[in-house]
């Protein structure tokens, strides 16, 4: 009974497609009697990202998840990435990084490798160049060295995956830990077997599995689900309209009635127009989950459900 979670970032107030994310996450994890956790990815956020904290967990609750402990912050855990990060760079596994976004950007890469993949400038740089580039004040993120491996992931939903892995970085130039190192030593200490995301993610998970590979971890579960889109194509965002709980509500949707919309877009069966997801538990099938983004039309989303 491989435990599963549910990681936003506070950056505002969770919209349809995060509700819908967190709901299938929660029932992958309870359908199968799985504890289920919550933590807050807010790296790189200011306090003023508490607040948000709060009104996510409400939300969350409003629409009748729960989770087992008291939520953890990333922002607390330090200490827990920069221990990886010590045993890392023991191994001989780090090096630091002088390269601008705009340089990586514009450098050349193997034109069969994706864009923005690390071109490995700084990797072996010649003991001069790291002493001026010392000299020069500018600070340095720390990468991982990862000799181009070829990882595999094989996801619930979208089979296998293969992808060449480039040395990304482990410590941002502002001394911050980078979301791809927090998400593995937090899901390896927090226990987790199963993660169920959004499946813009599907990507990144390789470098997660080659660094639960270099760190001794275990390896849990993935499940990426289709992010919802507004109908002209984009990630469903803010901007699109009444997407919000607090907005449903104004417009006559209780969360009852956005579970119950956001169930059927899962694929569970539900004839009533009101449901918790606890009367989901028994319903739900992951083999029933679509591939495609669910897309929800301008009127959907300015009208009642
Ligand atoms: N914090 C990420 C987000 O809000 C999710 C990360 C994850 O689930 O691994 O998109």
Known sequence: MPTGRFAPSPTGDLHIGNLRTALAAWLFARSDGSRFLLRFEDLDLSTSSRDYEHRQARDLSLIGLDWDDPP?????????????????SNAGLTYRCWCSRREVREAAVAPHKPPGTYPGTCRDLPAKKVAENEESGRPAALRLRCFSTAT??????HGSVSASVDDFVLRR?????????????????????????????????????????????????????????ADDGK????????????????????????????????????????????????????????????VLSAEAIDTTW
Request: charged letters at 25%; hydrophobic letters at 40%; aromatic letters at 4%.
């Open 72 to 88: 953890v912050r990333q922002s607390e855990r330090s200490d827990l990435y920069e221990d990886a990060i010590t045993d890392l």
């Open 152 to 157: 595999d992931v094989v996801d619930l939903l």
């Open 173 to 229: 130039n502002d001394g911050t830990p980078a979301y791809n190192l927090a998400v593995v030593v937090d899901d390896a200490d927090q226990g987790v077997g199963e993660v169920v995301r959004a499946d813009d993610l599907l990507d990144s998970t390789p470098r997660h599995i080659h660094l639960q590979s270099v760190l001794k971890l275990s390896v849990p579960s993935y499940a990426h689900v289709p992010l919802v889109l």
């Open 235 to 294: 990630r469903l965002a803010k901007r699109h309209g009444s997407v919000t709980l607090h907005d449903r509500s104004v417009l006559g949707d209780g969360p009852e009635r956005v579970v119950s919309v956001l169930a059927a877009s899962l694929g569970i069966d539900v004839p009533e127009q009101l449901v918790r997801p606890s009367d989901l538990i028994t319903r739900f099938d992951p083999a029933e989950l679509s591939l495609d983004p669910w």
